[in-house]
């Protein structure tokens, strides 16, 4: 059964900083790409960050010199290091991958974590 799990959440002041961490099992990790999306409150849900199996990431142009991604395969995390934090990244953030069968890919979730910026 695979669990993501993500932590590091909470309320920042603008101009801030936070890592959130994901927490990966039941998959091949290592074998995994790993995503965060976040949700504002009545928006949709977006894509912040990726990370490939090696390590490449691409970030969002709304976060980009501002948000790293990394991972480390011997604890089976992701990690979003969020700095200089602006109201707008208020949002719960999600960790996201997946498993394709063939021609099926079957997502899976987090249970989110909020971020709130806000002085």
């Known amino acids: 059964q695979v669990q993501l799990v993500e932590s590091g959440g909470g309320l920042v002041q603008p101009g801030g900083s936070l890592r959130l961490s994901c927490a990966a099992s039941?998959?091949?990790?290592?074998?995994?790409?790993m995503d965060w999306y976040r949700q504002a409150p009545g928006k949709q849900r977006d894509l912040v960050a990726s990370?490939?199996?090696?390590?490449?990431?691409n970030v969002a142009d709304s976060v980009k010199g501002r948000f790293t991604l990394s991972r480390d395969n011997a604890k089976n995390t992701v990690y979003l290091q969020m700095n200089s934090l602006k109201p707008e990244d208020t949002a719960v953030y999600y960790c996201?991958?997946?498993?394709?069968?063939?021609?099926?890919?079957?997502?899976?979730w987090g249970q989110g974590t909020q971020v709130t910026v806000s002085s």
């Open positions: 996201n991958t997946w498993i394709t069968a063939g021609s099926k890919r079957t997502d899976y």
């Open positions: 039941g998959i091949s990790f290592s074998n995994n790409a």
């Open positions: 990370i490939s199996v090696i390590g490449s990431t």
